[in-house]
């Protein structure tokens, strides 16, 4: 992965790349077995809703709980300055179970030999409130990228790490269609 100061990023895999240009609001993905490109029109960066306008809560339903944002502080990850910041997003509360009817108790039948009538089947447990999902990011200060991110959910914890390795600009090469490629029409 590359970034330039300008914006632009490059993520490479084994058979492909992805190149993103925000000033020119296009991305080119870049085919290395088919050694072909592509270009992609991509959509302007749309403006954060304001307070007023934000997301509309059905009626009768609870307003979805507040994100907690804790800064963490600066740090050092293998030689740079990193900043971090806990997301903890807490899930709104489960709706009551509805309470389910109840059979009437048959009189109990004179003691004999006579089998028993089946019991009816217990209700289910109630499910476990919903657990807070934390995401912690560790931000380099000088890259602006994500270095250490962490998410722990009910289901687990997954942790990517993005070794920085260089803090020099990138050659503006990396962010262009190299010329033994051909261009495919998108």
Known sequence: ?????????????LKTSI???PALQKAIML???KKEAMVIPMAPAQAAPSPSGGQQTPPGAAPAPPMQVQDLGKSTIEGHEVEGKRYVLT???????????QIPKAPKPP????????????????????QPTVTEIWTSVK???????????????????????STQEPH?????IPPDYKLKKS
Request: hydrophobic share 30%; net charge positive.
């Open 1 to 13: 992965m590359w970034r330039s100061s300008n914006g632009n990023m490059r993520i490479d895999t």
């Open 19 to 21: 190149i993103t240009i």
């Open 31 to 33: 085919d290395h077995l």
């Open 91 to 101: 899930p709104p509360a489960l709706p009551q179970m509805p309470q389910l009817p």
């Open 111 to 130: 003691q004999s030999a006579a089998p028993q009538p089946p019991q009816p089947p217990q209700s289910p447990k109630p499910p476990q409130p919903p």
């Open 143 to 165: 890259l602006k990228m994500p270095v250490l991110t962490k998410v722990t959910t009910a289901a687990g914890e997954q942790t990517t790490y993005c070794k920085p390795t």
């Open 172 to 176: 503006p090469s990396l962010f262009e």
